[in-house]
């Protein structure tokens, strides 16, 4: 079991910076790949990065590839994004999630566990 809980969301201009954290309780985090999903109204969920449990692997989405860092701190059960030269189509809630089992990184089903969500709202 996983609880994670999302942090750092907020009004930001277009090309600013944030970093968003995901806290993790339980004591299988160090062996769940954990991803970052994006949802704005009307429209499904989005992957935005991911990164494996073992080797670190990480993967992104085209749409912010080269602005953003997926990274964890196993030691603090903490998963961290770090956006760069955002864009007001970044605008959305950001959901961290825990994945087990089958299924690729890229796709919502695989993930068992999710956030609430923080807002990240990019003005132009």
């Known amino acids: 079991q996983v609880q994670l809980v999302e942090s750092g969301g907020g009004l930001v201009q277009a090309g600013d910076s944030l970093r968003l954290s995901c806290a993790a309780s339980?004591?299988?985090?160090?062996?769940?790949?954990m991803g970052w999903f994006r949802q704005t109204p009307g429209k499904e969920r989005e992957f935005v990065a991911a990164?494996?449990?073992?080797?670190?692997?990480?993967y992104y989405a085209d749409s912010v590839k080269g602005r953003t860092t997926i990274s964890r701190d196993n030691a603090k059960n903490t998963v961290y994004l770090q956006m760069n030269s955002l864009k007001p189509e970044d605008t959305a809630v950001y959901y961290c999630?825990?994945?087990?089992?089958?299924?690729?990184?890229?796709?919502?089903?695989?993930?068992?566990?999710w956030g609430q969500g923080t807002q990240v709202t990019v003005s132009s």
């Open positions: 990164i494996t449990s073992g080797t670190y692997t990480t």
């Open positions: 339980g004591r299988t985090f160090s062996r769940n790949a």
């Open positions: 999630a825990a994945k087990e089992g089958i299924g690729r990184l890229e796709a919502s089903w695989a993930y068992g566990y």
